[in-house]
């Protein structure tokens, strides 16, 4: 199986959300918003509840996974989906763990 091509590495999108997350916390100063803006923007995360936020999350990790398992199946066209799924599996927790979901859905 193939790895991710390097553009595409499970590193880099853990990074991007990060920047994501850190854009709507506040915490990093945008170049292209105005402060009045940015000011807005801030307010308006301070003002969302925590029930929102963690939507809001959830809903970010669940497009950096859905984005990373599309990387995996365009740059493996092969696999059919229950082999992606495992693909990620083990590029986002390690050979080891993969292998013991393979074997534990094997012997099901």
């Keep these: ?18 920047m994501l ?3 709507l916390w506040g915490l990093v100063m945008l170049s292209d918003t105005h402060p009045d803006a940015e ?27 859905g984005l990373s398992r599309r990387a995996i199946a365009r740059a493996n066209p092969h696999l059919d989906h229950h082999e992606v799924d495992m693909l990620w599996v083990e590029i986002n927790y390690g050979k080891d763990l993969a292998a013991r979901l393979r074997n534990y859905l094997e012997e099901r």
């Design 1 to 18: 199986m193939q790895q991710l091509p390097s553009r595409l590495s499970t590193s880099r999108v853990w990074r991007i959300m990060g």
């Design 39 to 65: 000011r807005v923007q801030i307010e308006l995360w301070r003002q969302t509840t925590g029930t929102q936020k963690v939507a809001q999350m959830r809903s970010l990790t669940s497009l950096v996974i």
């Design 21 to 23: 997350i850190s854009c």
